[in-house]
């Protein structure tokens, strides 16, 4: 499709809707980050030690290298049990402003003790985690290092700035080519951007899945109820956090059932599902052209050296 606005007038257009990533994130809710505290998240974020069995770590599921999901459908766990749903990607989370598919945490703090408490998914308890910790004085002297007189301080590495889409934000023309310009003007004009929008491109909020017409049961599993698992309230069944869609081109499967596999399907259900339109095919691969500008330089995470374990460290469950 033809569009006969210029790149500015685009551009202008998007950004009342969006936000360009910056380069850095030097603070999380007012309190600084420091190199400290980064660098005992990574090994934290890579310690399998941290899960009952000591198999697990938060990598296992939210693979860096993959755009910070697996490869899906749902996450294998704890004694090779299945989860639920997908794996929401890690990159960029500190920009949402609730966390898990149903916003049950309110932020990382309290996401991320979660997954390691959950039966089906790390199988660990506080109790055993802190035990771990203690046992090696690496650790300990770690988590001095990183946490003197700091109350809740948070590590925030993992984000995705440079993406072509941040590029036209700021300014460049080319960044995007043509397709991708029609797809962001259809995304914005068919009404994509009413949920997927601000600096994430989702993550803020909470819609049905099936605004206008319902996905059957092959891609919207009746027995997961999403919100009304949390509220109990009526009006959330089938209510969902807004996906993120940055990287998005990099973590297929896709929704929370992970049972679309092509990004192009996903926009097609997407556009029935919540829009009540049907995209040409056409619009359908503009669209996708333009989610592909999402993409963001991907971080660059040295695998840690960990501390060793000492004869005080738990055992494997």
Known sequence: MSYA???????????????????AVTEIR?????????????KLFFDSRLSGSQALSCNSCHNIGGGGSDAGPTSIGHGWQRGPRRAPSVLNS???????????AAGLKAQAKGPMENP??????????????KSMPEYVAAFRAAFPGVADPVEATLITPGSPFDRFLEGDDAALSAQQKAGLRLFMDKGCS??????????????????????????????DRGRFAVTKTAT?????RVAPLRNV???????????????????????????????????I?????????????????????????????????
Not at 236 to 240: N, S, W
């Open 30 to 42: 007012g309190a600084p980050t420091s190199a400290a505290q980064i660098d005992l998240g990574r």
């Open 5 to 23: 606005a210029s790149a500015d007038d685009l551009r202008k257009d998007a950004l009342s809707s969006f936000k360009p990533i910056s380069a």
């Open 249 to 283: 081109a990099l973590r297929s499967p896709y929704f929370h059932s992970g049972k679309v596999w092509n990004l192009d399907q996903a926009v097609t259900v997407m556009s029935t599902a919540q829009l009540g339109t049907e995209l040409s095919p056409e619009e």
């Open 120 to 133: 089906i998914e790390m199988n660990a308890t506080a109790a055993n985690v802190l035990a771990v910790l």
């Open 194 to 223: 009413a949920c997927h929008n601000r600096i994430n491109l989702g993550g803020n909020g909470y819609f049905p899945f099936g605004v206008v017409e319902k996905p059957g049961a092959d891609i919207l599993p009746q027995g």
């Open 94 to 104: 500190i920009f949402n402003t609730v966390q898990f598919w149903d916003g049950r």
């Open 236 to 240: 959330d069944e089938y209510v969902f």
């Open 285 to 317: 691969v503009d669209v996708t052209a333009f989610l592909q500008s999402l993409t963001g330089e991907q971080p660059k995470v040295e695998y840690p050296l960990l501390p060793p374990r000492t004869k005080d460290t738990p055992l494997p469950q």
